[in-house]
Nanobody, 118 residues
Framework: QVQLVESGGGLVQAGGSLRLSCAAS????????MGWYSQAPGKQRELVAV???????DYGDSVKGRFTISRDNAKNTVYLQMNSLKPEDTAVYYC????????????WGQGTQVTVSQ
C-alpha cells in the first residue's frame, strides 16, 4: 500500500520560509514524478511544482524564483523549499506521486496547511 505523508506546514510571517517534506512508502517513489499542489479555500487545486524521475522540474508561475522542489531517492522523500512567502501562498499543500507509465498509480497525501500572515 502506497502512503504519502506530508510534514513541515505551519504559520509563518510574510517574507519567511518553510520547508515541506513528503515521505513515500511502498515502491512507487523511484518510478514516479513527484509534485506539490496547493488548494486555497474556495479555489481549485493547482500545481505548485513537479519533479520527474530524472530530476527535471517545473513550477507554477506564481512561485517561480521563490520555491524549489527536490527529491532524495535514497530517502523516498520529496521536498518543497518555500522562500519569500506571501499571504496569497496560504493553502493546503498536497503531495502527489504519479507514474506516467501506469496512470492508475496516482497517489495523494493528506495535505499540510501553510498559513502566511501579513
Amino acid at each position: 500500500q502506497v502512503q504519502l505523508v506530508e510534514s513541515g506546514g505551519g504559520l509563518v510571517q510574510a517574507g519567511g520560509s518553510l520547508r515541506l517534506s513528503c515521505a513515500a512508502s511502498g515502491s512507487i517513489f523511484s518510478a514516479s514524478a513527484m509534485g506539490w499542489y496547493s488548494q486555497a479555500p474556495g479555489k481549485q487545486r493547482e500545481l505548485v511544482a513537479v519533479i520527474t524521475t530524472s530530476g527535471n522540474t517545473d513550477y507554477g508561475d506564481s512561485v517561480k524564483g521563490r520555491f524549489t522542489i527536490s527529491r532524495d531517492n535514497a530517502k523516498n522523500t520529496v521536498y518543497l523549499q518555500m522562500n519569500s512567502l506571501k499571504p496569497e501562498d496560504t493553502a493546503v499543500y498536497y503531495c502527489n506521486a504519479y507514474n506516467g507509465d501506469d496512470p492508475s498509480e496516482d497517489y495523494w497525501g493528506q495535505g499540510t496547511q501553510v498559513t502566511v500572515s501579513q
